[in-house]
């Protein structure tokens, strides 16, 4: 009898003995061989809070990824299964499961992007994030006083406070992620042109030099004006003249502007006409760029108190009022 057990035994060693090698070969072929993707690329998505188990099989329902299983084992193996990264991801031909693996712990997923421009105000800056086809919404019910409190700054005004760049991201990043983001950036890049700010400035605090940036931002897109820009306005400061500055009113109208500054706009009583209130409006009126943000803290020497613009995007500057009449007949009025 015990010799028909060891018989038996025997038996089944050799049967289990057979069947582990033939599984290791079935897991090795199966390592080595690439997932089946019939355009021979894909983009595929990684949702939150997926496991490997959930993305394997769903590989496998698809019809790109011979065995589950295996690729469970190997993640189990190699201590990956609980590392993956929700995302999207795009699959080439050739990918084997082990780098499929790989590819999804790395997080390195398709990205897609979103431009700010450098002088746009608040609600175009809004606009843009709620029609961008992959953020995700959850500010589609909140005011910009409600923004500013979910972003931390309960009370702050959110015009100028996000910088103007070109940002990377993933889809299912939230819109409100994605404007953290671009308010870090901004304080980030207003406290390094702040520390490298010139001596004798007439501005109190950042902030201050941020509504001044945002000022030079509208009135010039040559980069080369701009550090003359801001030294006409803070010689005006210095000497408390009135700024005097059409974007600001403009800022000021709002939705009332129609192209056009009338006389009775110049007078009009709202906090952002510089033609009536001396100093700086209270708030930024648009978001500036890194280079209008440094000329706003490094302003030109110079005497010129009066820029008008030629019409070609450059402006000419003036000491005295006579001159710059002048240049506005020239200019301007075309006399």
């Known amino acids: ?15 289990a003995s057979l069947l582990a090698g033939w599984l290791w070969m079935e897991y090795r072929e199966f390592l080595a061989t690439p997932l ?7 983009i595929y998505q990684v949702e939150r809070g997926a496991s490997l188990a959930a993305v394997a099989a769903d590989l496998q329902a698809a019809g790109m990824l011979r065995n589950a299983r295996y690729l469970r084992w190997y993640g189990r193996y190699t201590g990956q299964a609980s590392q993956i990264r ?20 790395s997080g390195q997923g398709v990205t897609h992007t979103l431009t700010l421009l450098e002088g746009w105000n608040i609600r175009q800056v809004r606009t843009a994030v709620a029609t961008h086809e992959v953020l995700q919404d959850t500010l589609s019910d909140a005011d910009d006083e409600e923004l500013m409190r979910r972003l931390g700054l ?6 100028g406070r996000f910088f103007p760049d070109t940002y990377h991201f993933q889809r299912g990043t939230t819109d409100l992620e994605f404007l953290r983001r671009a308010l870090d950036k901004m304080d980030k890049e207003l406290e390094a042109a702040w520390s490298q700010r010139a001596a004798e400035l007439p501005l109190e605090n950042p902030y201050q030099a941020l509504i001044l940036a945002s000022i030079i931002e509208k009135e010039t897109g040559q980069a080369n004006e701009r550090a003359q820009i801001a030294g006409v306005f803070s010689r005006r400061l210095i000497k408390g003249m009135k700024l ?14 129609d192209g056009n500054i009338q006389r009775k706009d110049l007078r009009a009583d709202t906090p952002y006409n510089t033609y009536v209130h001396t100093g ?3 708030t930024p009126i648009c978001m500036p760029g890194r280079g209008a943000l440094r000329a706003a803290v490094d302003p030109a020497e110079g005497k010129a108190l009066f820029f008008v613009a030629r019409g070609d995007g450059t402006h000419v500057f003036s000491a005295t009022l006579r001159a710059h009449n002048a240049a506005v007949r020239k200019y301007q009025l075309k006399r």
Do not use: C, S
Request: no cysteine; charged share 15%; net charge negative.
């Open 1 to 15: 009898m015990t010799g028909h057990m060891n018989k038996l035994l025997g038996i089944l060693v050799i049967v």
């Open 36 to 42: 089946h993707l019939p355009d021979g690329e894909i």
């Open 86 to 105: 929700a995302g999207e991801y795009r699959l080439g031909d050739g990918l084997v499961p082990d780098a499929l693996l790989a590819l999804l712990v």
């Open 154 to 159: 309960p009370g702050e005004h959110p015009e």
């Open 244 to 257: 005097q500055t059409d974007p600001t009113v403009i800022y000021g109208m709002g939705e009332a502007f």
């Open 280 to 282: 700086l409006p209270p």
